[in-house]
């Protein structure tokens, strides 16, 4: 690294450490809602506070609190923006025999963490050459200082794996792409299908699918070591279809950018669990009936969750019914559906398709909205198709059309690129990944296909 950029990085860092200092000392509630977004929406060149959200509030223990955290974020992201472009980490199913996961088609199983390359001028991938050997690290999550990787062990009995085991684990981001391992922590059950951080950075949240049910667990992020859980909370409730609902399935987990509030989408249960998070021990309360769950529809089969950018509204992506309900969100009550849209082509039959392993109406998988909030896109499975979303200024979407993805795909996931010009999807039955540049209509253009075999997740740093 060359003498310029060093000195820059350490200035960055000394002045993120001592504005963070400050903000400790001031009035943290002043800078509540700027510093979230700092950390969870950050555009390219992660001065997130020139760009706010759900706020107005400008106070000196703010504006110290947002520049700390912004040289904080510039202090881990400039070694990976270099020359050799921004760095992409794609996480896999391993360790399967072919047929023994149902929602897997593939064959080939993957190796673990997959290292590439990743240049936002051109859209394209270029292999590293290193693989970090883990099992099922199919969600991969970076910290909102920019230094650390999260990923899952998705663990399950259709693999022998028994009833309780299930792990996270921390890596050092390493300026030349590498991943070193902290630490490997109990979850204290299988199925971790998520794992993402609450809005200060200092819990990790991760779903059981396999036993119903979520865990809080301690992410110090000074050193990147994940402690013990704190709240293991398991839901109640099943939903009308036999294979899919017969329990509850927490399948994705998320925390409010604004507030304590953490959103759970059961896919078992029809619902979002509702729970606020101490920050301080780490425990979980259900906010009081009725917000304790929210209803997303009958067979739906929520999934996951994505927070406009200005707005405060939420996007539920639900799997069984290939639907997208769109919700305001209340500070205190949480989510409150407004719009129910279907994602899936008019007319499209998925139900008894030979490609629809979810073996319900519709399967879908992930969604995403752009960092300027104007485009919302959904993964139709069976179609293997994105479904692309306008978004209105209230918040509410337009279904505008569809972008083939490659034969087979079963897409399980797509992320946003640094910049949020790029899209890249996890195209797990066609083992590999595909980039879309996102152009100024919404339309997506391919500008590269990486092959990683069952590619589940991918994390750009």
Not at 300 to 310: L, M, T, V
Not at 413 to 428: E, F, K, P
Not at 440 to 454: E, H, I, M, R
């Amino acid at each position: 690294m060359d003498a310029p950029v060093s000195t820059f990085r350490c200035a960055l860092a000394y002045f993120g450490f001592f504005g963070m200092r400050f903000w400790e000392a001031g009035n943290a509630a002043s800078c509540r809602d700027v510093v979230p977004l700092i950390c969870t929406t950050p555009p390219a060149n992660s001065l997130c506070l020139l760009h706010e959200q759900h706020s107005t509030k400008k106070s000196t223990t703010s504006i110290l609190a947002g520049l700390g955290w912004s040289g904080l974020r510039l202090f881990a992201v400039i070694p990976m923006a270099g020359a050799e472009g921004r760095v992409a980490y794609v996480g896999s199913y391993t360790g399967f025999e072919p047929g023994q996961l149902g929602w897997v088609g593939t064959t080939e199983a993957g190796k673990g963490i997959s290292v590439f390359r990743f240049d936002e001028a051109t859209g394209k991938l270029a292999p590293t050459g290193t693989t970090i050997e883990q099992d099922s690290p199919t969600w991969l999550e970076v910290d909102p200082s920019g230094q650390y990787l999260v990923a899952v062990h998705e663990l399950s009995h259709h693999t022998g794996v028994e009833n309780g085991v299930g792990f996270l684990t921390s890596y050092k981001l390493e300026v030349d792409g590498g991943l070193t391992k902290i630490s490997t922590t109990s979850t204290g059950g299988r199925g971790n299908t998520c794992v993402t951080f609450d809005r200060t950075g200092r819990f990790v949240l991760t779903t059981r699918y396999w036993e119903g049910g979520i865990s809080v667990l301690p992410f110090d992020p000074a050193t990147g070591v994940i402690s013990d859980p704190t709240a293991t909370p398991l839901h109640e409730g099943t939903g009308p279809h036999p294979l899919r609902q017969s329990m509850p399935h927490p399948h994705g987990i998320h925390g409010d950018p604004k507030t304590d509030i953490i959103y759970a989408m059961d896919l078992g249960t029809d619902a979002v669990h509702q729970y606020t998070l101490d920050t301080t021990t780490g425990a979980l309360t259900p906010l009081k009936d009725p917000h304790d769950r929210v209803d997303m529809g009958t067979g739906s089969g929520p999934r996951g969750i994505n927070f406009h950018p200005s707005l405060a509204v939420a996007y539920v992506n639900c799997e069984l019914s290939g639907t997208v309900v769109v919700c305001s969100i209340d500070s205190a009550a949480g989510l409150s559906p407004t719009q129910t849209l279907e994602a899936y082509p008019k007319g499209y039959v998925a139900e008894g398709h030979p490609e629809n392993f979810g073996k319900a109406a519709f399967w879908g998988a992930e969604g995403v909205i752009t960092r300027d909030g104007r485009w919302y896109y959904y993964i139709c499975r069976v179609a293997q198709q994105i479904a692309v979303f306008s978004v209105g200024a209230d918040g509410q979407l337009t279904l505008t059309h569809h972008q083939a993805l490659a034969p087979k795909s079963n897409a399980r996931n797509l992320t946003l690129d640094v910049s949020g010009s790029h899209i890249l999807v996890a195209s797990q039955d066609a083992n590999c990944v595909e980039v879309f540049r996102i152009n100024g209509d919404g339309t997506l253009a391919k500008t590269d296909t990486a092959q990683v075999s069952c590619a589940a997740d991918v994390a750009v740093i």
